[in-house]
């Protein structure tokens, strides 16, 4: 009488368990690829975002808020308010019940990406010409649209 095996060799499971690891270290790649994309398409974002918001204000009020302290996002420059009587920067924790240009001023995601490290990777608002104009410094990691990898600025004048 013959004897039938049923089941799979030793050889048979490790390829598969050598196909399965493969194809799961490709996918951890393209994860992590796909996540840097990501972060710096929503720096571009953020940073549009805030240019609308500083010219809104600087519509209403002649001119660019001063530089805040710290950077943007950061505690001290949360939102971005009309200034009143007691101080003339736009940038506060809260608005309370002056005009709300930006409830909730964005933070640069992290880790920071590519060639940018921790001094470059947060937004850098900055008052140029006495109120008449601004730069917002940031840094990609990589190619986002016609912008290219390493540290950008925006402007009244649009993103470079």
């Known amino acids: 009488?013959?004897?039938?095996?049923?089941?799979?060799?030793?050889?048979?499971?490790?390829v598969v368990i050598a196909i399965i690891g493969l194809l799961s270290t490709?996918?951890?790649?393209?994860?992590?690829?796909?996540?840097?994309?990501?972060?710096?398409?929503?720096?571009?974002?953020?940073?549009?975002?805030?240019?609308?918001?500083?010219?809104?204000?600087?519509?209403?009020?002649?001119?660019y808020p001063e530089t805040p302290t710290g950077d943007l996002g950061e505690?001290?420059?949360?939102?971005?308010?009309?200034?009143?009587?007691?101080?003339?920067?736009?940038?506060?924790?809260?608005c309370g019940t002056r005009t709300t240009y930006m409830g909730l001023v964005p933070s640069a995601p992290e880790p920071a990406d590519g060639t940018c490290n921790d001094t470059t990777n947060p937004y850098a608002y900055a008052q140029t010409g006495s109120g008449s104009g601004y730069t917002i410094s940031f840094c990609l990691g990589g190619t986002v649209g016609d912008l290219s990898a390493g540290i950008r600025s925006g402007d009244a004048n649009g993103i470079r």
Do not use: H
């Open 26 to 63: 490709l996918a951890v790649v393209a994860l992590n690829s796909a996540r840097q994309k990501s972060r710096d398409s929503k720096r571009v974002a953020d940073i549009k975002q805030v240019q609308t918001a500083l010219e809104l204000y600087f519509a209403d009020n002649n001119g």
């Open 1 to 14: 009488m013959q004897k039938t095996n049923k089941g799979f060799t030793l050889i048979e499971l490790l």
């Open 75 to 94: 505690t001290g420059a949360v939102a971005l308010c009309s200034p009143d009587a007691s101080d003339d920067n736009g940038w506060q924790d809260t």
